[in-house]
């Protein structure tokens, strides 16, 4: 917004791995196409948030943010804004097998534009750069060299899942255990957002130091939750738990209340140091047992803060799928969890995932958009998510596993 501003700015777009959704960002890459350089330049190193200007000249800048992020800012002509656009996008190996196409077909491709011989003949946007070595244009989220030049080539990139796609949010929490925020302000919060339904999912009574839930106070809340679904209008909340999963397999409430709910997310705080075989274990009995619908979070990784636990992913997907429950991409900035490459093994399995947001406040339903980042880096389309259904599809697939 702030570059925007300058004079004779027309496009500003963040480049590289952010544009790509990457897990974690070193730097930000902004590409502006404006008028004239100059005005751009002068403006952007007057930013207030800016710590130290490391470069500044007729089209780049460098600085370091008060944060300690570094932004690069270019100025491009329009003809080249596509090329630039492709080249500072990303990834490494995914420009090279572009490139080497170029060569192939006897053209050069550049951050300045795709030229035969000494004359540009695309650039000005990425559909045609992709457009001169006989690809359509492919999603930057997909930009890997992972399979996407040969899908391209094929007629068969996915149709990527999108924000307006999701319908509701399938874990949450509220201030009865550690959020910030009543049942009625996040259904409110739910429905601003455009959702049908919002799962209510508080943690059980094992995690004592977020005040999870015992049996009782389950069963209260389920009253309150009926209650208040009766005077609600254009919004559903359901009724689950984020249920512990102990260390021998079991789960951390009586099957005689988890009968009772809509929705048993399954979740493994505890124990991270377990070996490959029985933590492996421990989740495949967990999904085994007859209320079970969702595995949380399901590596149990914190980005930069805590390594997964090592588990047999592959194994637990392909178990997801012949007991027909469902696994969580949790869109929490520091969890971002399931990871890509098992989403693709996921949506190859045929097992859905969940997008959801483990919001502890209504702040954090916003977080649902790097969810969405994280699934379309692992290929998935409308149909791969959970939560793109409508209230009475879902229903129909919730039943399905308890």
């Not at 930009?143 to 007629?155: D, K, Q, T, V």
Request: net charge negative.
């Amino acid at each position: 917004i702030y570059l925007q501003k300058a004079e004779g700015v027309k496009e500003v777009t963040i480049a590289g791995s952010y544009r790509r959704c990457q897990e974690t960002v070193g730097d930000l890459d902004i590409l502006v196409t404006a008028t004239h350089s100059a005005p751009v330049m002068d403006h952007f190193v007057t930013y207030d948030e800016i710590s130290e200007v490391m470069a500044k000249g007729k089209t780049r800048a460098t600085v370091i943010l008060r944060s300690g992020l570094q932004v690069d800012v270019r100025v491009v002509p329009n003809k080249s804004y596509g090329a630039a656009l492709h080249y500072f996008t990303g990834s490494k190996a995914h420009n090279i097998i572009i490139r080497r196409r170029a060569q192939q077909r006897g053209l050069k491709i550049n951050e300045y534009g795709v030229f035969k011989g000494e004359k540009q003949i695309a650039g000005e946007t990425e559909e045609s750069i992709f457009k001169s070595v006989d690809l359509p244009w492919i999603p930057p989220e997909l930009r890997e060299n992972r399979g996407e030049i040969e899908a391209a080539e094929a007629n068969r990139l996915p149709t990527l899942v999108e924000l307006g796609d999701i319908k509701g949010n399938l874990h949450a929490h509220t201030n009865a255990t550690d959020g910030h925020n009543t049942l009625e302000e996040m259904a409110a919060a739910a429905k601003a957002k455009g959702w049908s339904y919002l799962a209510i999912t508080e943690h059980s009574r094992r995690l004592t130091m977020v005040h999870g839930l015992d049996e009782t106070r389950l069963l209260k809340q389920i009253d309150e939750i009926d209650r208040l679904n009766e005077a609600l209008h254009g919004i559903t909340l359901l009724k689950g738990i984020e249920v512990d999963i102990l260390e021998d397999g079991s789960l951390d409430l009586p099957d005689k209340v988890l009968a009772k709910l809509d929705l048993v997310v399954g979740a493994v705080h505890s124990k991270f140091n377990l070996s490959r075989a029985k933590q492996t274990e421990r989740i495949l009995m967990a999904m085994d047992h007859p209320h079970f619908t969702i595995l949380a979070h399901p590596s149990g990784r914190l980005l930069q803060e805590r390594e997964p636990y090592d588990v047999d992913m592959p194994r637990i997907i392909h178990h997801a799928r012949q007991r027909g429950c469902y696994l969580e991409i949790n869109a929490q900035p520091e969890r971002l969890d399931l990871i890509d490459t098992y989403c693709q093994i996921a949506k190859e399995e045929g097992v859905l995932l969940s997008i959801n947001s483990d919001a502890h406040s209504i702040r954090d339903f916003d977080n649902i958009i790097y969810g969405i980042g994280q699934a379309r880096r692992g290929w998935l389309e409308k149909d791969d998510v959970l939560n793109t259904r409508s209230l009475r599809q879902l229903r129909t697939l919730l039943k399905k596993t308890m």
